[in-house]
């Protein structure tokens, strides 16, 4: 019914219909919902049964377990601050009642920017922003204000990505691209002992946060940035690896658990989605500079307090490593660039992380960084590829 409805008012928006002007509106709805019937007829060209929409779909269902669990840990952790018992489904509400409002603001903000740009241009609405819209709330924190959220996503969606042509062309992931706007434009929204707790009642479920002296909602590498000799949860009870593995600690909204992160990344990989390459990479690059930050200690970072493993549970390494370098617009795209440029995030996050106290979270700006240089990364390999075979040529010869 649903087929044959969008077939008998398709007409009134192709090209002098009444509704001609809504065109690009009415394809992205249509090919949201059905998989486009149109296919290549001539010339070189992959006939596959996937579109990029379905490739989005999947990255979001990809990000599902991660946006759940944060729902949860949003409630524990308003529930571990205010010592007010939560059942498990009211902590669930609290979280999704405090994440709604955040995936709204996102989705109207940036898809209505997409949507308004792709009539002015005449051209198809791109499917990118089904994973942005989704990925900006999980990695900010709780607390963001809506209108930063709104400001942030404006800002991405127009300068990093239309006007460079829109979805494919960007050069920097949008959606870190938004928290690292956030990040600069608003630090104290980003940082601090409050900012990754919710502490507001919302309908009436849980109560809200009395801080005190005893009680930091800061995140486990901003303790560290500050000095602790131990990283403690939010009522100062010490914090174990399975613990952090696991999420239940302080952090932005979708980033805390690994657990989650690796179910999500097993999708990715199944699917052929993303590039188990970057990913194997990221982590692998993530060990090594861990261990050195292992042996060479600093006053402010005391070289016993998280080992290897540990650098990868805490902050949003792992997420990074999974959704955000895997990007496949902005990352390298040859095989052995996908190495150097998995392996170059891992270092640079822990490197900064541990040795820069002004920026607890490395991951964000060792993606963005990598960005810039990923297409140098994939033009010294091809070129290296070109010089050896002719090198081999000439031997022949």
């Given at each position: 019914m649903l087929r044959k409805y969008l077939d008998k008012i398709k007409p009134h928006f192709q090209p002098g219909g009444k509704l001609s002007a809504f065109q690009s509106v009415f394809e992205g709805m249509e090919t949201f919902l059905y998989t486009p019937r149109s296919t290549s007829a001539s010339g070189v060209h992959v006939h596959d049964a996937i579109d990029s929409k379905r490739v989005m779909i999947i990255v979001v269902v990809a990000l599902l377990p991660c946006l759940l669990f944060g729902m949860y840990n949003t409630g524990y952790q308003n529930s571990l601050c205010s010592g007010v018992e939560m059942s498990f489904w009211e902590m669930m509400a609290y979280g999704f009642l405090a994440i709604l409002p955040k995936l709204v603001?996102?989705?109207?903000?940036?898809?209505?920017?997409?949507?308004?740009?792709?009539?002015?241009?005449?051209?198809?609405?791109?499917?990118?922003?089904?994973?942005?819209?989704?990925?900006?709330?999980?990695?900010?924190?709780?607390?963001?204000?809506?209108?930063?959220?709104?400001?942030?996503?404006?800002?991405?969606?127009?300068?990093?990505?239309?006007?460079?042509?829109?979805?494919?062309?960007?050069?920097?992931?949008?959606?870190?691209?938004?928290?690292?706007?956030?990040?600069?434009?608003?630090?104290?929204?980003?940082?601090?002992?409050?900012?990754?707790?919710?502490?507001?009642?919302?309908?009436?479920?849980?109560?809200?946060?009395?801080?005190?002296?005893?009680?930091?909602?800061?995140?486990?590498?901003?303790?560290?940035?500050?000095?602790?000799?131990?990283?403690?949860?939010?009522?100062?009870?010490?914090?174990?690896?399975?613990?952090?593995?696991?999420?239940?600690?302080?952090?932005?909204?979708?980033?805390?658990?690994?657990?989650?992160?690796?179910?999500?990344?097993?999708?990715?990989?199944?699917?052929?989605?993303?590039?188990?390459?970057?990913?194997?990479?990221?982590?692998?690059?993530?060990?090594?500079?861990?261990?050195?930050?292992?042996?060479?200690?600093?006053?402010?970072?005391p070289a016993s307090l998280l080992s290897p493993v540990d650098q990868l549970v805490y902050g949003g390494f792992a997420f990074a490593a999974v959704f955000m370098a895997t990007d496949p617009v902005t990352a390298a795209r040859t095989g052995i660039g996908k190495y150097i440029y998995g392996f170059l995030v891992g270092v640079i996050a822990i490197l900064i992380r541990v040795y820069n106290n002004g920026y607890p979270e490395g991951a964000m700006l060792a993606v963005l960084l990598m960005n810039a240089l990923a297409p140098l990364?994939?033009?010294?390999?091809?070129?290296?590829?070109?010089?050896?075979?002719?090198?081999?040529?000439?031997?022949?010869?």
């Open positions: 603001v996102t989705y109207v903000v940036g898809l209505g920017i997409e949507f308004a740009i792709a009539q002015v241009r005449h051209e198809e609405i791109m499917e990118g922003f089904l994973v942005t819209g989704i990925l900006v709330p999980l990695i900010c924190p709780v607390t963001t204000p809506l209108w930063m959220l709104a400001v942030a996503t404006a800002f991405s969606v127009i300068f990093v990505k239309e006007v460079f042509g829109g979805t494919g062309f960007n050069i920097f992931n949008v959606a870190l691209t938004t928290r690292a706007f956030l990040f600069f434009a608003y630090p104290a929204s980003m940082s601090g002992d409050t900012a990754f707790i919710a502490s507001k009642p919302i309908c009436g479920l849980g109560g809200a946060v009395t801080y005190t002296d005893a009680v930091s909602g800061a995140t486990p590498l901003g303790q560290l940035a500050s000095g602790a000799d131990q990283i403690t949860n939010a009522v100062g009870d010490p914090v174990s690896t399975w613990q952090a593995f696991l999420g239940l600690i302080p952090g932005s909204f979708g980033e805390t658990s690994t657990l989650c992160v690796l179910i999500g990344g097993a999708l990715l990989l199944l699917t052929g989605i993303a590039s188990w390459r970057i990913m194997l990479s990221v982590f692998a690059g993530g060990l090594f500079m861990g261990w050195i930050a292992n042996i060479f200690g600093t006053p402010t970072y990364i994939d033009y010294c390999v091809v070129q290296a590829n070109v010089s050896r075979r002719m090198r081999r040529a000439r031997s022949n010869s």
